[in-house]
Nanobody
Framework: QVQLVESGGGLVQPGGSLRLSCAAS????????MDWYRQAPGKERELVAA???????NYADSVKGRFTISRDNAKNTVYLQMNSIKPEDTAVYYC?????????????????WGQGTQVTVSS
């Protein structure tokens, strides 16, 4: 199995910064896309940022220019640097990864989620 463990959430003032981390561990052959999603109270979960294994990135319009996604393949870790944070960024942030595993000698892809980390923006 594969586990994703997020860290770095917390309370931050508007205009501040936070860095979220998500470390993957377990039976991993290759990690493909790694993403950050968020879900605010009463709203659907939405994609915040994604990064491919080749470091191609994609961002939601609402965070472009403020958030940066990156990854360290040697550590199986993805990061989300959040700058110029706004109150509307308040949400639970979830890490997601598409992971290729070796199963009975064949590669198969699986989707995994972290447990979520709360980000609260308030003065």
């Amino acid at each position: 199995q594969v586990q994703l463990v997020e860290s770095g959430g917390g309370l931050v003032q508007p205009g501040g910064s936070l860095r979220l981390s998500c470390a993957a561990s377990g039976s991993i052959f290759k990690i493909n896309v790694m993403d950050w999603y968020r879900q605010a109270p009463g709203k659907e979960r939405e994609l915040v940022a994604a990064i491919s294994s080749g470091d191609d990135t994609n961002y939601a319009d609402s965070v472009k220019g403020r958030f940066t996604i990156s990854r360290d393949n040697a550590k199986n870790t993805v990061y989300l640097q959040m700058n110029s944070i706004k109150p509307e960024d308040t949400a639970v942030y979830y890490c997601h990864a598409d992971v290729t595993r070796m199963v009975l000698g064949r590669t198969r892809s699986y989707s995994y989620w972290g447990q979520g980390t709360q980000v609260t923006v308030s003065s």
